[in-house]
Each structure stands twice: as structure tokens, then as C-alpha cells.
């Protein structure tokens, strides 16, 4: 079976009841599985029910944009991806191994539908105002730019200087969402949708174990804004 054959299946086959199985086909040492499991239903809402992108369209020019910035822990990333069809199913029990392109880090050179390499703290939401700042200046303004954070990577300042930028810049294709873990290490007044609001962008707090309010969150209207979706998950040490 070719990977576009086995593309295909995956595409047909599985859903969002399929993911644990998926998931528990990667084993091994550095799976972090709190980290990828914090994120599996914000995964699967985006790509099931919001994203424009899919396998046939992952090198269009006019596709939205995913990025994961919390690239630590990437389980539930490589199976919702296997689940929508952009790599094979095969390739997951050999995560993390020395010849598998599934890393304990994504590397986009390597994972199909990868947008960047990611894993360390604090560059996905500079490189997702980069890349909307990009689309606008090509003219390219359907495209949705969505990053995927950890509210402990709200500890970096890099992200603080992309959301004070991207406010006042208008940058109202720019989406990004916080799963917050509790794992952060500093508090923040008012939580963490206030530190958005207070740059100028749209934002929502969600119970990220929720589709429904999730993808109400998601497509929720936000004109000349950043959007900004806090999906609330159980603690890390739960």
C-alpha cells in the first residue's frame, strides 16, 4: 500500500473515538504523555471542524496555517494528523526511534502537514505573527494563522512582545490557543485572557475538554483582532 493509500484509509477510517488507541500505538521513554493529552481535544476540533487544510492542500497556498508551539509531548498531534489522513497509521509505533520521522519534537522537514519545527518555549506565536504578517503583505487574506500554546510557555517574554505587537497590528487572521494546565509558573492578574485583552485581541475561556464550546470559541467573530481561546484542562499533576 502506498502512503497515499494509506493516507486515504486513515482519512476514512478514524475518528475522534479512535485517538487513545492511536496514541497508546506510540510507546516508549519521553512520551510526556500529560503534555500531549492536555491538547488532544483542541486538536481535534481544529482539524476536524475549523481548519482549512487537509492532505490534498497542505502545500496550497491559500490554506490555513497550523502551528504547534507546544511541541514537547507531540503524541496526540502525530495521531490526530494519522486520524486525518496526512501520515500513515504505520508510522506511529515507531515514534521517537532513531529511522522514524516522528521525533519527541515535531520537525516539519519530516512530518507531513507540519507547519514548524517546534519544542522549545516561546517561538510559536512570534513565528505565527511572522507568518500573518507574511500573508498579509502577499495579499493573501484568507488564510487563518492558529498557534497551539502551553500557558507555562506565557513564561518566556517572547510571546509577551507577539501579543503586544499583534494587537495594535490588527493582525485579525492571527488565532491562538492556551491550553492551560496549571503549569505555569507565574500568575497572572486578572488570568490569562486579561493579559491578551489588555494588547487589544478578542478573547475567550473555554473548558478544553468541551467540542461544543470549543468550536464555538474557535469561530467565534472577531473582527480587526487577534483571537485568543484559553482552553482550561485539568492540572498537570492531576
Given at each position: 500500500m502506498?502512503?497515499?493509500?494509506?493516507?486515504?484509509?486513515?482519512?476514512q477510517t478514524?475518528?475522534?473515538?479512535?485517538l487513545?488507541g492511536l496514541?497508546?500505538?506510540?510507546?516508549g521513554?519521553?512520551?510526556h504523555?500529560?503534555?500531549a493529552?492536555?491538547t488532544?481535544?483542541?486538536l481535534?476540533?481544529?482539524?476536524?471542524r475549523v481548519l482549512?487544510?487537509?492532505?490534498?492542500s497542505?502545500?496550497?497556498p491559500g490554506?490555513?496555517r497550523?502551528?504547534?508551539s507546544?511541541?514537547?509531548?507531540?503524541m496526540?498531534?502525530?495521531?490526530v494528523?494519522?486520524?486525518?489522513?496526512f501520515?500513515?497509521?504505520d508510522?506511529?509505533?515507531?515514534?521517537g526511534s532513531y529511522d522514524?520521522?516522528l521525533?519527541h519534537h515535531p520537525?516539519?522537514?519530516l512530518v507531513?502537514g507540519?507547519e514548524i519545527?517546534?519544542?522549545?518555549?516561546?517561538?510559536g506565536?512570534p513565528?505565527?505573527?511572522?507568518t500573518?504578517l507574511?500573508?498579509r503583505a502577499q495579499g493573501?487574506?484568507?488564510p487563518a494563522?492558529w498557534?497551539?500554546i502551553?500557558?507555562?510557555?506565557?513564561d518566556?517574554?517572547s510571546n509577551?512582545?507577539?501579543i503586544a505587537f499583534?494587537g495594535?497590528?490588527?493582525?485579525?487572521?492571527?488565532?491562538t490557543?492556551?491550553v492551560?494546565?496549571s503549569?505555569?509558573?507565574?500568575?497572572?492578574?486578572?488570568?490569562i485572557?486579561a493579559?491578551f485583552e489588555?494588547?487589544?485581541?478578542?478573547a475567550r475561556?473555554?473548558?478544553?475538554?468541551?467540542?461544543?464550546?470549543?468550536?464555538?470559541a474557535?469561530?467565534a467573530p472577531?473582527?480587526?483582532?487577534?483571537?485568543?481561546?484559553v482552553?482550561?484542562?485539568e492540572?498537570?499533576n492531576?
Open positions: 502506498t502512503i497515499t493509500e494509506q493516507r486515504a484509509q486513515s482519512a478514524y475518528g475522534y473515538a479512535d487513545p496514541m497508546g500505538l506510540m510507546t521513554d519521553e512520551k504523555g500529560p503534555a493529552t492536555s488532544l481535544d483542541v481535534w476540533v481544529l482539524y476536524d482549512r487544510v487537509g492532505p490534498e497542505a502545500d496550497d490554506r490555513d497550523f502551528l504547534l507546544k511541541g514537547h509531548g507531540p496526540a498531534y502525530y495521531a494528523l494519522a486520524a486525518k489522513g501520515l500513515p497509521v508510522w506511529l509505533p515507531g515514534f522514524s520521522p521525533g520537525d516539519r522537514t507531513p507540519a519545527g517546534s519544542g522549545s518555549l516561546g517561538h506565536l513565528i505565527a505573527v511572522g500573518a507574511g500573508l493573501l487574506h484568507d494563522v498557534t497551539l502551553g500557558d507555562a510557555e506565557l518566556e517574554g509577551h512582545e507577539a499583534a495594535p497590528a490588527g493582525l485579525d487572521r492571527l488565532h490557543v492556551v492551560d494546565n503549569s505555569a509558573s507565574y500568575a497572572r492578574p486578572g488570568g485572557a493579559r489588555a494588547a487589544g485581541w478578542s475561556t473555554v473548558d478544553g475538554r468541551d467540542h461544543e464550546a470549543l468550536y464555538a474557535f469561530t472577531h473582527p480587526g483582532r487577534p483571537h485568543v481561546v482552553a482550561r484542562v492540572p498537570k492531576a
